[in-house]
């Protein structure tokens, strides 16, 4: 029992409120399967409720689902291919084992009747052999354990319907459902695509069309439409049609009359022929277009531009600019009557005022579309599409996507990749350097502020983690591992004490100790279990008259004994006895009324302990406390005074002998 009192006051409150019905365990299998179909890790799922069982469903519902599906895999591997070539991964020994197992059935064939019993290859292993050889490869691996044949798909190990890549369970537990992944966002259509749902997948399709005259194909490619042969031509009767790529020719039949030629629509039109022959005219004269023909007639030559007359100087000529000199400066050149045309090549346009092809800046903010998805560069008849850091150019030269860079091994521990970067992480015990941000260093929580609380007595520091001892005796390490707690050497019997001695448990040892009642005293008790700090306690048993004892005013001696710590974080008075009485702390008349006084007598050299007198319960009461901190190990005898009055008159005393063992240690 302690000889010091402390009293905790306890608030306690109730809170009232609503709830919602908890998730079902059927549910929360659920929500794991759905997760592994959502290729999520099985251990760090997002808690459907605060329930533990229902934590420990999900993730079990969820590895379940994710080795059924591996083992899936490994069996379409070993019928597809006839090998287990699977790369080494966490997961892969899942695949690899259920591909050889396939594999073993299949090679059993019908002569042996499929009957692998006796090798010692495991349940799973087992029944995926068998399977394999029983269903001649083309049946799916039947799921382990499987109770019940209703499911629409696929069976799990405890009983329960599961679905393949693509589908999910309804909430009969039986069916399968497609997955809509184009609802979902989890396809990877690339920019320009439109995502097609598809029966137990998906695919993308362009979202442009291929352009008139041609047909868009399953697999994104633009095949030509043969116009000639749908009959969607506009052919007349007086044509033939000739399909063309992404277009068709009408040709004419029958032929014109000279001078004439047969339009789009079989019509028969003039032909200039002073346009479309080369000088029909002498020199000197000028052509004259006519219906199905043209006459020359002399004029007077005037060239404008784009002409210059002939050496003969009596007519014009058109100039060809395109042999006179590098008009279009490494582009391609038209040559036109009175004039010419660059053909400018890809990146470049043509300036119809400098006539001349100047470069293209795709790049500009008012382009007809964005080109790149971070940054653009333009270049000579081109730009150049980069990314910002963190990010790679994607193979359609444009997007940008995110570099992993945890597959690099960047950190020291723990990396996660986060969009355009990544953040490096310790495990617990370590504490991520404020240098680079990517090594991990011990934390020394012996060093840290708290670490005088870490441990009790002493913290021994080591690699991401620590270790706490205690002094080498009278002291063992408690449960939480840190703190220390006495051994009763007593209880326990490793004491030293003889037969004569009484033992009593100190903290971190303990003492043998014999009280004996001096002269002119008898015992009239000893301690008990209630009360083991009174050792013993002795009355005067002088008779009246005796000289030899009437000079001690002492009625009764009280022998006890007290073990306290030493107070580390001493800031006050430190109440450690109570030494009660039955005198009336306000009696009811004055006339005989009783009065007691406390005093320390010897044991106190430091004045490290002090008595005052206090009322409880309608009693007088002394309390002894501790008022300076006292270094131990420290044994102390206090002797303590208890002067009982009497109508002002003393009355006689009572002696309290206190053995006050102080600890080295504060715990």
Not at 164 to 171: E, I, T
Not at 381 to 388: E, N
Request: hydrophobic residues 25%; contains cysteine.
């Amino acid at each position: 029992m302690a000889p010091w009192i402390i009293l905790v006051f306890s608030l306690c409150g109730l809170l009232q409120g609503q709830e919602t019905q908890p998730p079902t365990v059927q549910e929360c299998c659920q929500d794991g399967r759905d997760a592994a179909h959502r290729g999520q890790d099985c251990s760090i799922l997002t808690a459907l409720s605060h329930s533990h069982t229902c934590r420990i469903v999900q993730e079990q519902c969820c590895t379940a689902a994710l080795a059924e599906r591996l083992c899936n895999s490994g069996v379409e591997l070993a019928r597809r291919q006839g090998a287990c070539d699977v790369s080494a991964s966490s997961e892969s020994h899942i695949s690899k084992m259920c591909c050889d197992c396939c594999l073993l059935g299949l090679s059993s064939g019908p002569g042996l009747k499929c009957n692998l019993q006796g090798l010692l290859v495991g349940t799973q292993c087992a029944q995926t052999a068998a399977a394999c050889c029983s269903q001649n490869t083309k049946a799916e691996v039947p799921t382990l354990n499987s109770k019940d044949s209703s499911c629409s798909q696929l069976h799990t190990d405890d009983g329960s319907c599961g679905c393949r890549d693509g589908f999910q369970l309804q909430s009969d537990g039986v069916t399968c459902e497609d997955i809509n992944e184009c609802l979902t966002g989890s396809p990877n259509c690339m920019s320009g695509q439109t995502c097609i749902n598809t029966e137990g997948s998906f695919r993308c399709q362009r979202q442009t069309g291929c352009g008139t005259g041609y047909e868009l194909k399953d697999n994104n490619s633009c095949e030509d439409l043969d116009e000639c042969a749908l009959g969607t031509h506009n052919c007349g009767p007086q044509f033939t049609c000739t399909n063309t790529a992404g277009s068709f020719r009408c040709r004419p039949k029958e032929k014109c009359s000279v001078g004439l030629i047969q339009d789009a629509a079989g019509t028969c039109i003039d032909i200039n022929e002073c346009v479309a022959n080369d000088s029909p005219c002498p020199s000197g004269h000028t052509c004259v277009n006519m219906v199905g023909s043209y006459v020359c007639r002399r004029n007077i030559v005037t060239c404008g531009r784009g002409y210059h007359l002939t050496e003969e100087g009596t007519r014009c000529e058109d100039i060809d600019e395109c042999r006179t000199g590098n008009a279009c400066v490494g582009h391609g050149c038209t040559n036109l009557v009175g004039t010419y045309r660059c053909e400018c090549r890809h990146g470049y346009t043509f300036n119809t005022i400098s006539r001349l092809c100047e470069d293209i800046n795709e790049c500009r903010e008012h382009y007809v579309e964005r080109l790149c998805a971070h940054k653009c560069e333009n270049t000579e008849g081109s730009y150049q599409c980069s990314c910002t850091t963190g990010f790679k150019l994607s193979q359609d030269g444009k997007s940008c996507e995110d570099i992993n860079e945890c597959e690099q091994n960047p950190c020291n521990q723990e990396c996660a990749n986060v969009y355009g970067s990544y953040q490096c992480y310790c495990r617990r015990g370590y504490q991520l350097s404020d240098i680079d941000g990517i090594t991990c260093d011990d934390i020394d929580e012996c060093a840290l502020l708290a670490g005088g609380h870490v441990c009790s007595y002493s913290c021994m520091n080591s690699p991401g983690s620590f270790s706490c001892t205690c002094p080498p005796t009278g002291y063992i390490l408690g449960p939480s591992g840190r703190m220390c707690q006495d051994i009763d050497e007593c209880a326990s019997a490793s004491h030293t004490c003889s037969v004569s001695e009484s033992c009593f448990n100190v903290q971190g040892g303990f003492r043998c100790l014999s009280f004996q009642c001096p002269q002119h005293f008898r015992q009239v008790s000893q301690g008990s279990r209630q009360d083991a700090s009174v050792g013993l306690r002795c009355i005067n048993t002088c008779q009246p008259g005796s000289s030899d004892c009437a000079q001690d005013p002492a009625h009764l001696i009280t022998y006890s004994a007290l073990t306290l710590p030493y107070f580390r974080d001493f800031t006050g008075p430190e109440e450690i006895i109570f030494l009660r009485t039955s005198v009336a702390a306000y009696p009811a008349s004055t006339t005989g009324a009783s009065d007691v006084f406390f005093e320390i007598m010897a044991g106190d050299e430091h004045l490290s302990f002090d008595v005052v007198k206090r009322y409880h319960q309608g009693m007088i009461m002394g309390v002894v406390q501790q008022v300076k901190r006292i270094i131990g190990p420290k044994d102390l005898v206090l002797r303590v005074t208890m002067d009982y009055f009497k109508s002002g008159v003393f009355s006689h005393q009572n002696l309290i002998v206190m053995h006050i063992f102080i600890s080295e240690f504060w715990f």
